[in-house]
């Protein structure tokens, strides 16, 4: 058996799909809600190329969100994403980025709109079920960061 990400076979479709990495975080698997939100994505035309169930510790938090160290929030943050496990997904459609952060709704929860996963899940501003990349190189970045 060779893992999947290092099959010969090009499931994403030719290079003109853009990936994207989904988390879903700790209060999500909780609450049950992976098949949930793995079904959204692929009813929206997704594909996802690789998954893997991750107990984030501190080290790999501090360096996903580099970006919010020195924030008040971020303390809060870290201990939110290591608290149990969640689900790292690389997925792939033509904009995946910006529709995949269309689906989740916007960062608080409280006001992202029905219908989106935030929205429909989400609790508030930390407690919001799901990460998406914000751009290309995010993407990359983090698709590296948990995948290798
Ligand atoms: P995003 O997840 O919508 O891209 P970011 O601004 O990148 O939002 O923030 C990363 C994560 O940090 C959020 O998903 C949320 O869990 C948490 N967060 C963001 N802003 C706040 C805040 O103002 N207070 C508390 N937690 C926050
Ligand atoms: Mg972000």
Same mark, same amino acid.
């Given at each position: ?17 853009? =990936?994207?990495?989904?988390?879903? #975080? ?5 609450? %049950? $809600? *992976?098949?949930? !939100?793995? &079904? ?22 501090? =360096?996903?969100?580099?970006?919010? #160290? ?5 303390? %809060? $943050? *870290?201990?939110? !994403?290591? &608290? ?28 992202? #709109? ?35």
């Amino acid at each position: 058996m060779i893992n999947c990400r290092d099959c010969i076979h090009d499931c994403s479709g030719a290079g003109k799909n853009e =990936k994207s990495l989904i988390i879903i #975080k700790p209060d999500a698997v909780r609450k %049950k $809600l *992976i098949g949930e !939100i793995i &079904s959204r994505f692929e009813h929206e035309g997704f594909l996802i190329e690789n998954m893997k169930m991750v107990e984030i510790n501190k080290e790999l938090a501090s =360096k996903h969100y580099g970006e919010h #160290k020195g924030k008040d929030f971020f303390n %809060k $943050l *870290i201990n939110y !994403i290591t &608290s149990g496990c969640s689900v790292a997904m690389v997925v792939s459609r033509e904009n995946a980025i910006k529709r995949a952060r269309e689906m989740m709704g916007t960062t608080d929860s409280r006001k992202a #709109k029905k219908g989106t996963i935030r929205g429909d899940f989400g609790e508030d501003v930390t407690i919001n079920v799901v990460h998406g990349s914000d751009s290309e190189e995010s993407a990359k970045k983090e698709i590296k960061l948990f995948f290798g």
